[in-house]
């Protein structure tokens, strides 16, 4: 049975609690570690099951042109040359007999180590060193006890309950020789392999797919027939026999990448868990970033209902990183969901300053009208972030919340260095903003006298004149010439 995960529906789960029943996917456990496929939950700090990519495996009928081209890879067409042209160039004698059984050895091997890659997670074929070297050259004598056991089978039946018998296991034979060469592979078992209920306990778990495969076997194996035929009958034998050698090695390899396949897309069912190999994150665990931790806990918790549980993550995390900005984000859009009037009053400077930082005008006009009505006759405390709002605001349009920001600045700040530009700022939102040009060349006025020592002193000459143009409040030009 495929799963999504609880959190997110349409992403394929990759983790189960026995404990919780919760499916997880790699969003919500970007912490886990698939290659040891182990997880601890997030609710329940239990062990978790981890259930491979069987959740996101594409049905095996849906990949057909995958299958068809995984013969075409450079290690297979290696071992397929290898073992069709070798036989053809040497000698007629004791020595050749022998290389080519070698090398018919060596070629079920491979295809047998297909069908257990594929299983594992890998969609590209095993490099070439797995046909000629270490172990697993057992499997074709295995293979062979297989076939005579079988072949056995089929003869006691007819001897015990005559043709109707013999007919009914021949046929349960023939059905079942897909299953019995995946049992083959992944155990390395005769008795496995041969075992009729362990046979029909693999393909009723897989159900109506495997008769599904079993056609498309079918099919492959008419094809392979017919193909080869067509090049005995049709090309020179020089030419037609490395051919038709190369046809059925080919028609093999993607008979046998289906069968490891279907045990992949089905491993859940069949009691094992295995990954996509070539995408796995090479990532090791203690070097991924701790965050996104937190960030699948924010995600889980919101979507539970536990805010306060998400209130008290992030303040602790702004607890050890006050400025993180990511964190600031969050914490402002859960306060403000909430409508936390008492916790915005708290914490605003620093969400000022965090809205400031994105020139966030819109965001700072809310959050200074929720700070008037938890606090009549809010003022900011410090001089700077107010004249970084006011910008934002100005920017924004938000004209009537930058003067009552800005009132009084000169006496609740006479020292400040902020001076100027705040009253610029008024200036021009007077101006610009709501046409009060008298009002903007009286502040004007008031920085030029009052600020003569500050850089931007300079230019209020030229503001003035705008101002009395009724021009819009610009403040100088640029200019790049370069004096000499």
Partial sequence: MKHDCHYHPGDPAKWHCGECQIHYCSRCMPDADSRKRHALCPHCSRV???????????????????????PFHTDPLLVIAICTLVPLVIPANIVGIIITLLLAV?????????????????????????????????????????????GGLVGAAAMIGGPLLMMLVLAFVILALPASIMVLAMERSVGAAVNPMNLAVLISRIGTPYFLLYGYLILLTLA????????VNHFPLWFSQPLAGFLNSTFTLILFHMLGYLLFQYQEELGFASDFQETEDETPSHKKDRSVRLDADIDMNLKDGNYDRVH?????????????????GQFYQLLDAR????????????????????????????LLETLERTQPGFRLDDPELAVQCARALYNRGHFKPLLKLMQDFHKRFPGSNELAPAYILVAQALANGLNQWEKATAFLN?????????????????????????????????????EE
């Fill in 312 to 328: 008290a993550m992030l303040k602790e995390a702004l607890t050890k990183d006050p400025h993180n900005s990511q964190r600031l």
């Fill in 106 to 150: 060596a070629l079920l091997k491979y295809t047998y180590a297909v069908i257990n890659h594929t299983a594992e997670g890998h969609m590209k074929p095993p490099p070439l060193a797995v046909a000629f070297t270490g172990s697993g050259f057992d499997i074709v004598i295995l293979q062979l006890l297989v076939f005579a056991l079988m």
């Fill in 339 to 366: 409508n936390d009037t008492a916790e915005l009053y708290r914490s605003h400077p620093r969400l000022l300053g965090w809205l400031a930082a994105r020139n966030d005008g819109d965001g700072i006009a809310r």
């Fill in 224 to 231: 392979s027939g017919a193909a080869q035929d067509f090049a």
């Fill in 446 to 482: 008031y920085v030029q006298k009052r600020c003569v020592n500050h850089p931007v002193h300079e230019q209020i000459a030229t503001y003035l004149k705008q101002a009395e143009k009724r021009e819009p409040l610009k403040g100088p030009k640029a200019s790049f010439l370069v």
């Fill in 48 to 70: 978790m099951r981890y259930l491979g990519a069987a959740t996101e495996a594409v049905p095996f009928w849906n990949r057909l042109g995958a299958f068809f081209r995984y």
